[in-house]
T-cell receptor, first 114, second 114 residues
Framework: TQLLEQSPQFLSIQEGENLTVYCNSS?????LQWYRQEPGEGPVLLVT?????EVKKLKRLTFQFGDARKDSSLHITAAQTGDTGLYLC??????????????FGTGTRLKVLA | NAGVMQNPRHLVRRRGQEARLRCSPM?????VYWYRQLPEEGLKFMVY????????ESGMPKERFSAEFPKEGPSILRIQQVVRGDSAAYFC????????????FGPGTRLTVT
């Protein structure tokens, strides 16, 4: 069973600060997804990274997939209160051995203070 | 194109009653996932269904829980004889196909067992 550890578990910062959160595993993934879940809502897919070393940017969010495809990071520049939420990483299922389930990481709960 | 719909959004049940949670996938999507999220925790996979078929139910408790996705109508997650530990947010997500990398979440049903 692949385990995804996300760090830090909790993060509280002031508006305008930069931050990085991490998603780590001992397994190699063919791809990895990042989601953001706002309070009281379902998760929303932010990005899928596929290639080792890949960097994708989504406005102030920068996603990187590790060279070995075992880890990923999310960097937020100049955080805003709207960035508050639970950030989750998950590798899309491969369908091997009849497994189709998404296994989500433990999550990083981010709070951006005004 | 309407998103994934879940109802009810909030459900209160007494111990021993049954809970029925409904999920209508996005138009054109024939695959549904159900997840459970305990307070302050991440998402845990429960079951993956296609129309009229359960594909992967490895995350669902063997007793009291069942899921279906009939040819017509929404997917239903049914919890019989609810207990306090069933209190959680239940999310469904729909996908256009297996292993498609796309998964769109509904807003969730918050179940409270008193």
């Amino acid at each position: 069973t692949q385990l995804l550890e996300q760090s830090p578990q909790f993060l509280s910062i002031q508006e305008g600060e930069n931050l990085t959160v991490y998603c780590n595993s001992s397994s190699v993934f063919s791809s990895l997804q990042w989601y953001r879940q706002e309070p009281g809502e379902g998760p929303v897919l932010l990005v899928t990274v596929v290639t080792g070393g890949e960097v994708k940017k989504l406005k102030r969010l920068t996603f990187q997939f590790g060279d070995a495809r075992k880890d990923s990071s999310l960097h937020i520049t100049a955080a805003q209160t709207g960035d508050t939420g639970l950030y989750l990483c998950a590798p899309p299922p491969r369908g091997t051995s009849g497994t189709y389930k998404y296994i989500f990481g433990t999550g990083t709960r981010l709070k951006v203070l005004a | 194109n309407a998103g994934v719909m879940q109802n009810p959004r909030h459900l209160v049940r007494r111990r021993g009653q049954e809970a029925r949670l409904r999920c209508s996938p996005m138009k054109g999507h024939s695959h549904v996932y159900w997840y459970r999220q305990l307070p302050e925790e991440g998402l845990k996979f429960m079951v993956y269904l296609q129309k009229e078929n359960i594909i992967d139910e490895s995350g669902m408790p063997k007793e009291r829980f069942s899921a279906e996705f009939p040819k017509e109508g929404p997917s239903i997650l049914r919890i019989q004889q609810v207990v306090r530990g069933d209190s959680a947010a239940y999310f469904c997500a729909s996908s256009p196909g297996p292993l498609s990398y796309e998964q769109y979440f509904g807003p969730g049903t918050r179940l409270t067992v008193t």
